[in-house]
């Protein structure tokens, strides 16, 4: 063994450790900017569809794509802790007194399963992944797009109409626009 090679060896390391700590301080310092990061999301989605578009052709990329983004924004949809599987467990634990689970008995705010920050990184992580596919053509493979496209809105609706099913059932909502406004009534 050379002698040589082990201060190489810690110097590659400690550059790549300097490189992560960077880019990690630069995701972390874009954690406020919201509607920045879509921004810059929509155009890289953008680009790819119109690479898409243009060169007729990874219709199985963008097939998988979508679907990797439609698991994504389910999960992003989806609580933390599945309120299913807790009524499951209370009903198997018919044992003693428990935490309140009624809407009027405790406030519990929405914890969801894929937070939005996680939700916007692995998107454009999965875009750019997926752009740089379309550089290859070995995965430009011969498809009829059509097909794709019908079973993905298919996939799409049916998924989509049992998140909302889960939604009403166990009344949350994934959503919220800020805080309530109070109004002064006329006796207050």
Request: hydrophobic residues 45%; neutral net charge; aromatic residues 18%.
């Amino acid at each position: 063994m050379n002698m040589e090679e082990a201060p190489s060896d810690t110097t590659v390391s400690s550059y790549q450790i300097s490189l992560e700590r960077k880019y990690q301080a630069w995701l972390d310092s874009t954690t406020p900017f919201i509607r920045q990061r879509w921004g810059a999301f929509a155009g890289i989605l953008f680009l790819f569809t119109l690479r898409i578009l243009i060169a007729q052709g990874w219709y199985v990329v963008c097939y998988a794509l979508g679907i990797y983004l439609l698991n994504l924004f389910l999960a992003f949809l989806s609580p933390k802790f599945d309120p299913a599987l807790e009524a499951d467990m209370e009903m198997e634990d018919d044992q003693g007194p428990s935490l309140p689970t009624k809407a009027d008995e405790e406030f519990r705010p929405f914890v969801r399963r894929l937070p939005e920050f996680k939700f916007w990184y692995s998107a454009t992580k999965a875009t750019i992944f997926a752009l740089f596919c379309t550089l290859f053509t070995t995965l430009d493979l011969p498809v009829f797009w059509p097909v794709l496209l019908m079973y993905f809105i298919l996939l799409f609706v049916l998924t989509m109409r049992n998140q909302i099913q889960h939604m009403v059932k166990y009344r949350y909502l994934p959503f919220t626009t800020g805080k309530k406004q109070y109004t002064k009534t006329a006796s207050g």
